[in-house]
C-alpha cells in the first residue's frame, strides 16, 4: 500500500511559480510510475504530466515548455515544477502512482492517490 501526500499548492499571479510536491510512504517509489493530474471545478480528471519507473516523462500540450516533472527515489518524492502559471491551469492537483506499468494517461490507470492541493492562478 502506497499513501501519497501533495503540499506545495497557493495562489499565485499569472506569470508566477509554484512547486509541489508528492512525498510517499509505504512502499519506495523506484519501481512505481507517477503522474500529476488536475481537476477544476464541472470538469474531468485530466493528466498533467508523468514520469515511469523507468525514466520516460510525458506531458499535456498545453503546459509543455512550461511544467517539469520530476523525481527523487532517494526521498521518495515526486515534483511538479510550474511555471508561467496561467489562469487556465486553476484546479485541483493531484498525485497518482502504480506499480511496474508504463505511462498511462487515464486516471484508470493508476492505483494510488492523494488528497489533492489547490492551485489557483489570478490574472
Known amino acids: 500500500q502506497v499513501q501519497l501526500l501533495e503540499s506545495g499548492g497557493g495562489l499565485v499571479q499569472a506569470g508566477g511559480s509554484l512547486r509541489l510536491s508528492c512525498a510517499a510512504s509505504?512502499?519506495?517509489?523506484?519501481?512505481?510510475?507517477m503522474a500529476w493530474f488536475r481537476q477544476a471545478p464541472g470538469t474531468e480528471r485530466e493528466f498533467v504530466a508523468a514520469?515511469?519507473?523507468?525514466?520516460?516523462?510525458d506531458y499535456i500540450d498545453s503546459v509543455k515548455g512550461r511544467f517539469t516533472i520530476s523525481r527523487d527515489n532517494a526521498k521518495n518524492t515526486v515534483y511538479l515544477q510550474m511555471n508561467s502559471l496561467r489562469p487556465e491551469d486553476t484546479a485541483v492537483y493531484y498525485c497518482a502512482g502504480v506499480r511496474g506499468r508504463a505511462i498511462q494517461t487515464s486516471p484508470g490507470g493508476y492505483h494510488y492517490w492523494g488528497q489533492g492541493t489547490q492551485v489557483t492562478v489570478s490574472s
Open positions: 514520469t515511469s519507473w523507468l525514466g520516460a516523462i
Open positions: 509505504g512502499r519506495t517509489l523506484d519501481s512505481y510510475s
